[in-house]
């Protein structure tokens, strides 16, 4: 294994990545251009990985992530293939969730999936999933946190490996930007929007996504609140089902979050146009000319959406990110997370080689320095990032003090993830039915 402040050495790399990004880039697959050094390392990882073994065929993947984000991803295994011989084939939806339920049932389940924690756990009590600390189990250990293995595993065993690992944030663009600087409350901020509100400025951009992802934005929202006002243990009673839908701290966070995204003078397009807002794109206010919002809470993921359909970003300049304001200062470093494990209903070699693939060093510092979001092995160091805004989100998570929030976004089963997205999409239509929406989602948790 190669630690943190080596790994940069090991990798032939002098400094950020962008450093030798500007010299040369190569195209690895779907447009996305890696550096090829870091290509290049992945690749010999791949092929160390995979020994005196004889490897061939195929793997399906099936994920949430379409468009920029699958070429991405596609680039990201390409080192793998191109070492093992074994073609990855990924496929992205953002109806991810209900197409794996539907191919599960149908008795045909891909070999691989990425989904939340709380998904894979449902599938390991119908299906045997592959046990990865049987055998790597140590690189995983040396690899990750052990809060963080712990929401990839189920009982005393790994069973998934995480790839992206995204807080969420309060992104903003300095330039004009005038709300509360970090540090602040949540109060100061709502005391924020209601004065820009009064004098005709749109503090908000709050795209639900439309389609099948609508309201998963507000859910992250909502959770993101009450992490910072209840903290984490009691987020993770309330992502695992042991604090109820219907509880006031619940509901008490809908209504923090109505606060704002209820108001059609508070967030951009009003209500009804934010339901319809694509999440690819519907940040993109915050650097517009003039700008249509001056706030957005979403995941570390929004920089690299801004900047890939955004014309003229420059991270650090137009476009930063801060830790989201807590009502509760006790809970300013809580901080929850939206982040997906990869995991196998197929035992194989390939199989095998390709999830050790994922959680190496060098296939992690590859990912990461394509500056789209940060990723979880803890050895990756913070200079891989070119993006200022990457390198401080990654130095968060792992930073002295800060608790990891679990939430059900991570731990629910999927009726209840996607009920609850749905839920947001009821309340932010009819904010006096909150009480019906949270029994409903409840009911769903229950499994009525």
Known sequence: MVIAASLVAALGLSGCASQQQAASTGTTGGGTSLDPKLVAAAQAEAKKLMGNQKLSGSLSVMGDNSGSEAALLQAFYKPFTDATGVQVNFTGSGD?????????????????VTTAPGVMQQYSATHKLLDLSSFMGEELANNFTPSVNQTASIGTSIYGVYQGFNNMELW????????????????????????????????????????????YPGELFIEALFAKKYGPDLTEQWGAGKLPWTSPQVK?????????????????????????????????????EPPTCQAVIWGSWTGGLITGSAPGVQPGKNLASMQIPASNPQ?????????????????????????????????????????????????????????PTLQNIAKTYFAPGVRLAPGPALLAKTAVVTGAAKGVVSYLENPAGLDSVLQNIQNLQNGQ
Not at 344 to 361: G, M, N
Request: hydrophobic share 30%.
């Open 96 to 112: 991810n969730l209900n197409v794996v339920q539907s191919r599960v049932a149908a008795n045909n389940p891909p070999d691989l």
């Open 172 to 215: 903003y663009d300095p330039q004009t930007y005038s709300g509360p600087k970090a540090g602040s409350s949540w109060q100061d901020v709502q005391n924020w929007t209601e004065q820009q509100g009064k004098q005709g400025k749109t503090a908000w951009c709050n795209a639900q996504g439309g389609g099948t992802s609508n309201g």
């Open 252 to 288: 008490d966070a809908f209504q923090m979050f109505g606060a704002i995204a209820a108001h059609d003078s508070y967030v951009n397009g009003g209500v009804q146009g934010s339901l319809s807002q694509n999440t690819g794109t519907g940040s993109n206010g915050l650097v517009a």
């Open 331 to 387: 809970y300013a470093n809580s901080e929850t997370y939206s982040a997906e494990v990869t995991y196998a209903f197929k035992d194989s070699p390939e199989t095998r080689v390709f999830l050790q693939y994922l959680a190496s060093d060098q296939a992690q510092a590859l990912l990461a320095s394509a500056n789209h979001w940060p990723v979880a092995n803890k050895n990756v160091p913070a200079s891989i990032y070119s993006d």
